[in-house]
């Protein structure tokens, strides 16, 4: 009943605008067109205007709004030279675009028609035209230089000391895996998957992996100050390991391996008395659409100090302890499929 | 505007309206189907493409209304939205899948059928001939062909929305695997299938349109229309069409392989993929050839949908400031500029999918430079309109609000640009609040503005200005409002295409914020009904056009009879001496010269 009277009233007041259109074309015939017409540009003029004086400020009403809602400080040590070029580039672009809006609509305010105005035939200027060119070119130039220098500093080689953790996608959820005491992950293959006891494919004839330990419920513990490598990948579709808080992401793709790496500035108490939220996490979120459960795919990173890390892992028991109760005699190759014996395939290997 | 014509204007109109009547009658014997369905005429063509466009658009927008209603009320259920979705909306609410279906067509139907066939459909068919002085397109046989695989394709899109696995909901650029495994997604079912069956369609009907416009500027115009007399609305569209058919085919070749890999068990683009319980046993391919390709197409195809309005948003800009464009040369040039870089930057859409850094790098250059020749554009719209004599016409204020929302949605994609800023704005809100400025409501600016100002030429009679002038002033703010706040929740790291956000403690404070866009979103919508009620009724009761150049326009198509029939001009096609933009005193009062008029002895031409 509600949505009918809401469809009636909609449609009433769409034949309402509509006959106030109609009535003001008649209305204009009657008293002379050029007379309404020079009228309307007047108003057209001044509402050009007022949109954008209301505009300025509905920009800043928008920013006091917003801006307690926003990110707190980057909690990667990376992440501050991300800040401080993105504030960069919000001055530059900001200046441009306040001094070029006002333009247009001062211009369009300023030189509305009159029956004086002599409209002025200019049509080149080379002289413009280069400054124009120049100093956009210059900008850009500027930006590219600061923009190339960060993306270089943070796709080098991850340090040496860098503690390495692989994270991997799969729909809805992240599998995060540890390298253990031997502090090497070792080889796996997709055709070893299996849900119930090998959710990741490990290579069971690979002693490396006997030590490694699987996190299942998309925690992934940090250590402060102590950088961290990310090996990226996923079992089925795109994922992407999304880091808003450190100002990082990368996508997980099935086939290859990406890398991702950043130094934990906050430990995650820190960062609750930070941000005065007693409830704040540092989350995962997945930020490549991959399915119906894409906006549930979600990660939290715990950042610790190193005592608190290492109470924890001490905690974890090795996957391969849980799924292969005597270990030494399984045969993990037996749901391989003898078809796929070949060669070729590119098992993955982060030795 | 007290020309001439406008003096003699009712005699004139008679004159040429009766010879219009006359050359009506020689087709009577045209059966309706021919005339109007069928038809090989370049402006009916176009006519069929604007309405296919807007009842596409209507769809299209109608699904981001209900998308809409989720973001921003997902504790909410709306029973009107099971009338119209059934078992996709049990019980008023939504579902994750048919949610993800929604902004997949949302995205698929506005970026091709609507911005891409709609736009440069509906204007270089209109335009094209009319303006470069030729009686129809150099092949109207394959331009009418153009238009009926475009509705071929329609249909495909259309049939695929009620399918029972749903529609594609992989995401307009549906990535493998998601998009090529069944048991990934329900929308990769038939969905999928039909989907890409329509895209294939689609680009055939572009390739077809695109060679014959190209054809047909290049070859057919009349006597004395050099390329530099042309207008800059013809020379956007060329460009347009010579982006089209140069990225389509390889959106072809990765639409071909993917069906490949869907149904025929070939790997492009899989490889180590464990779904639906076992492991599959495709091995070697790679996911991220079908983003090349994809991107390869996908963003020229975002300059095949600026061009046209840029185009038309020069031309509207300058007749209504009654002074001649700014920088013609400039404007060609940069309008070069922009196209040849339109097919290096591609891969800034995919700077964090483990791309080389280095070639990265080498993105970040090109991609920042595109930024220089669209910088030069807007100075020049500017210089346009600075002292001028400005008459606010519909289509006048459309092109304004085209300019600032170019500027607005420009600068934002020099962040995305540098990769260093990407690496965080990837896939967020950021992302969708540059690209619907820019290309969604400028673009559309663009594309209201070519309506308002053709529209006496297409139907002979005028769109009512006061609705106009609403539909403009409720769009324009309704635009910023929706998408200004949008940038926040982006640099906050808010991801796209997420059904609900309450779960999530870094993003659940935009809650209210979500709401309010919903609501800003909705009316909005309801007032581009009120441009398609302006349209529709405009087309039969609207006032009528009685002088022949209403806007006082020195281009061609306005030397044409009010309603033109087949074939354009009735006498001779006429000949041009002058360039497009001769804005100035022509010792009568009047402040143009038309491009037919010959140079009086001494003046210089342009
Ligand atoms: C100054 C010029 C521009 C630059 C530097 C630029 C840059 C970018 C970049 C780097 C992205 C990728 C962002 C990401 O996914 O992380 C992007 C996305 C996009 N841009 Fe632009 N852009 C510019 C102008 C335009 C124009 C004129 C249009 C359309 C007419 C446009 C349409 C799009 C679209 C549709 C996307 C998003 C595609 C998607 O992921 O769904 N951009 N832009
Ligand atoms: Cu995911
Ligand atoms: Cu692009």
């Known amino acids: ?351 | 505007m007290s020309n001439e014509i406008i003096i003699q204007g009712p005699n004139v109109a008679h004159t040429i309206e009766g010879a219009t009547e006359h050359h009506g009658h020689e087709h009577h014997e045209q059966h309706f189907i021919w005339k109007y369905i069928f038809s090989q005429d370049h402006k009916v063509i176009g006519k069929q493409f604007l309405v296919t466009g807007i009842i596409w658009a209507i769809i299209g927008a109608l699904f981001s209304v209900f998308f809409r209603l989720q973001l921003g009320f997902p504790d909410s259920t709306f029973p009107i939205m099971e009338k119209f979705l059934g078992e996709w909306a049990k019980g008023g609410k939504l579902s994750p899948e048919f949610y993800y279906a929604l902004i997949t067509m949302h995205g698929t139907i506005l970026v091709f059928f609507v911005l891409t066939a709609g736009l440069s459909g509906t204007f270089a068919n209109i335009l094209i001939p009319l303006q470069i002085g030729a009686r129809d397109m150099a092949s109207p046989f394959m331009n009418m062909l153009s238009y009926w695989f475009f509705f071929l394709a329609s249909v495909f899109m259309f049939i695929s929305l009620f399918v029972e696995t749903g529609p594609a909901s992989g995401g307009w650029t549906t990535y493998p695997p998601l998009s090529a495994l069944k048991e990934a997604s329900i929308g990769s079912g038939v969905g999928m299938d039909l989907w890409l069956i329509g895209m294939a369609l689609f680009v055939i009907s572009s390739l077809l349109g695109g060679l014959n416009y190209i054809t047909t500027i290049l070859n057919m115009r009349t006597k004395g229309m050099t390329m530099t007399r042309l207008p800059l609305t013809i020379w956007a569209l060329f460009f347009t069409a010579v982006l089209g058919v140069l990225s389509f085919p390889v959106l072809f070749s990765g639409v071909v392989l993917l069906i490949f890999d869907r149904n025929f068990g070939t790997s492009f683009y899989l490889s180590e993929i464990f779904i639906g319980g076992k492991a599959l046993p495709h091995i070697g391919g790679s996911a991220i050839l079908y983003q090349h390709l994809f991107w390869f197409l996908g963003h020229p195809e975002v300059y095949i949908i600026m061009l046209p309005g840029m185009g038309m948003a020069s031309e509207i800009l300058s007749n209504n400031s009654r002074k001649p464009i700014f920088g013609y040369f400039a404007m060609v040039i940069s309008l070069i500029g922009i196209t040849v870089l339109a097919f290096l930057v591609w891969a800034h859409h995919m700077f964090v999918t483990g791309m080389s850094p280095f070639l990265g790098s080498i993105f970040v250059l090109l991609t920042l430079l595109i930024a220089v020749p669209s910088a030069v554009k807007v100075f020049n719209w500017l210089t346009t309109i600075w002292r001028g004599n400005i008459r606010f016409s519909v289509g006048m204020l459309f092109a304004l609000g085209f300019v600032s929302m170019f500027i607005s949605g420009g600068l934002t994609g020099i962040f995305l640009g540098n990769s260093a800023l990407d690496i965080h704005l990837h896939d967020t809100y950021f992302v969708v609040a540059h690209f619907h400025i820019v290309m969604g409501v400028s673009a559309f600016f663009g594309m209201f503005a070519g309506v308002y100002h053709w529209f006496p030429k297409m139907f002979g009679r005028f769109m009512n200005n006061t609705l106009g002038y609403i539909h403009f002033f409720v769009t324009f703010a309704g635009a910023y409002l929706i998408f200004w706040p949008m940038h926040y929740e982006g640099i906050a790291g808010m991801p796209r295409r997420y059904y609900d956000y309450s779960a999530w403690e870094s993003f659940k404070q935009f809650q209210n914020l979500n709401a309010f866009i919903s609501i800003v979103a909705i009316v909005v919508f309801f007032a581009q009904l009120l441009f398609v009620l302006n349209f529709f009724t405009s087309i039969w009761r609207g006032r009528k056009v009685t002088v022949q150049n209403p806007w006082g326009s020195p281009t061609l198509e306005w030397t044409t009879p009010i309603r033109p029939g087949h074939g354009n001009w009735v006498g001779e096609i006429p000949e041009v001496h002058r360039w497009a933009y001769d804005y100035k005193d022509d010792g009568n009062g009047n402040d143009f010269i038309p491009q037919t008029t010959p140079l009086r002895p001494g003046e210089e031409a342009h």
């Open chain 1, 1 to 351: 009943m509600s949505g009918f009277i809401t469809i009636a009233l909609i449609i009433l007041v769409f034949i309402i605008i509509y006959q106030i259109g109609k009535a003001s074309e008649y209305a204009g015939v009657i008293r002379g067109e050029e007379k309404v017409k020079a009228q309307t540009n007047r108003t057209i003029g001044w509402l050009l205007l007022a949109f954008f004086i209301l505009g300025l400020y509905g920009i800043w009403v928008c920013h006091q709004l917003l801006k307690d809602k926003m990110l707190p400080e980057s909690a990667s040590v990376e992440g501050v030279n991300y800040d401080s070029m993105f504030s960069a580039t919000m001055w530059v672009t900001g200046i441009v675009f306040f001094a070029t809006q006002a333009l247009l609509f001062w211009f369009a305010f300023r030189y509305q028609s009159t029956e004086k105005r002599k409209p002025y035939f200019l049509a080149h200027n080379n002289k413009l035209e280069l400054i124009w060119t120049t100093i956009p070119a210059i900008a850009m130039a500027a930006l590219v230089a600061v923009g190339l220098r960060n993306w270089m500093n943070i796709t080098s080689e991850a340090p040496k000391n860098s503690q390495v953790v692989e994270i991997v996608g799969k729909q809805f959820n992240w599998l995060i895996r540890y390298p253990g005491k031997d502090g090497v992950l070792g080889k796996r293959d997709f055709r070893n998957i299996d849900d119930a006891n090998n959710i990741l494919g490990l290579d069971w004839k690979d002693k490396d992996n006997q030590d490694d330990i699987i996190v299942q419920n998309g925690e992934l513990h940090l250590i402060i100050g102590r950088p961290v490598k990310l090996i990226i990948g996923s079992r089925d579709v795109i994922h992407d390991v999304g880091l808003a808080h450190f100002r990082f992401k990368m996508d997980a793709v099935p086939g290859i391996v990406t890398t991702l790496w950043f130094t934990p500035k906050y430990t995650s108490e820190q960062m609750k008395k930070m941000t005065g939220n007693p409830d704040f996490v540092y989350e995962i979120s997945c930020d490549q659409m991959c399915g119906k459960g894409h906006y549930s795919m979600r990660g939290t990173v715990i950042v610790q100090t190193q005592a608190e890390y290492d109470t924890w892992m001490a905690s974890q028991p090795s996957y391969y302890s849980g799924n292969n109760p005597d270990a030494k005699t399984t045969a993990p190759a037996a749901d391989a499929k003898p078809q796929q014996k070949t060669d070729s395939v590119k098992a993955i290997t982060m030795k």
